[in-house]
T-cell receptor, first 116, second 110 residues
């Protein structure tokens, strides 16, 4: 079946511009996660959605970052007034959400964001 | 101190060699442990979960030592296709997130 998809695959923007990154999770997965991976760094958790519960935003690095998930499916990560340090690969993952400790997270191919 | 620490490598080994990666975690309340594999410029994929009793999947063996807060991955009879970055991943049950190590890079050569 279809995996997690993300768009765009690459995004180049100028400092100060806003960007929107999209994630389509696997159908039927109630849990959705956003991570980012900077060059030479590990994956950094950003935000987590589970069903209709309030999202866990504990990983968002600043108030320039926000995310929403409409209809319990597609999610959009928005970065306002982008800075050069925002350059990274933004990865989305989804899981069944039936038991966090054992849920397997399936990752999308990521969006490579470059801020000039 | 990082929550999950790994030797970044790279580990350069010949085909057929046995190689072991280690990982330590700082949160003693951590509940679940995993190894993910990430190929160059690709997304991470689950390789295997790690259980207290140790578990094996073909050429791969994972071990967990809760007392020492230490996880290992052993790869026997390395193949060229094993070349990748191996990520140690820990779930603590709080903040609903996995914590990833920075990964250990493996390069298997002829």
């Amino acid at each position: 079946g279809a995996g997690v998809s993300q768009s765009p695959s690459n995004k180049v923007t100028e400092k100060g511009k806003d960007v929107e990154l999209r994630c389509d999770p696997i159908s039927g997965h109630t849990a959705l996660y956003w991570y980012r991976q900077s060059l030479g760094q590990g994956l950094e958790f950003l935000i987590y959605f589970q069903g209709n519960s309030a999202p866990d935003k504990s990983g968002l690095p600043s108030d320039r970052f926000s995310a929403e998930r409409t209809g319990g499916s597609v999610s959009t990560l928005t970065i306002q007034r982008t800075q050069q340090e925002d350059s990274a690969v933004y990865l989305c993952a989804s899981s069944l959400g039936q038991g966090r400790s054992t849920d397997t997270q399936y990752f999308g191919p990521g969006t490579r964001l470059t801020v000039l | 101190r990082k929550e999950v620490e790994q030797d970044p490598g790279p580990f350069n080994v010949p085909e057929g060699a046995t190689v072991a990666f280690n990982c330590t975690y700082s949160n003693s309340a951590s509940q679940s442990f995993f190894w993910y594999r990430q190929d160059c410029r690709k997304e991470p994929k689950l390789l295997m979960s790690v259980y207290s009793s140790g578990n094996e999947d073909g050429r791969f063996t994972a071990q967990l030592n809760r007392a020492s807060q230490y996880i290992s991955l052993l790869i026997r009879d390395s193949k060229l296709s094993d070349s990748a970055t191996y990520l140690c991943v820990v779930y603590t049950g709080t903040a609903s997130k996995l914590t990833f190590g920075t990964g250990t890079r493996l390069q298997v050569t002829l």
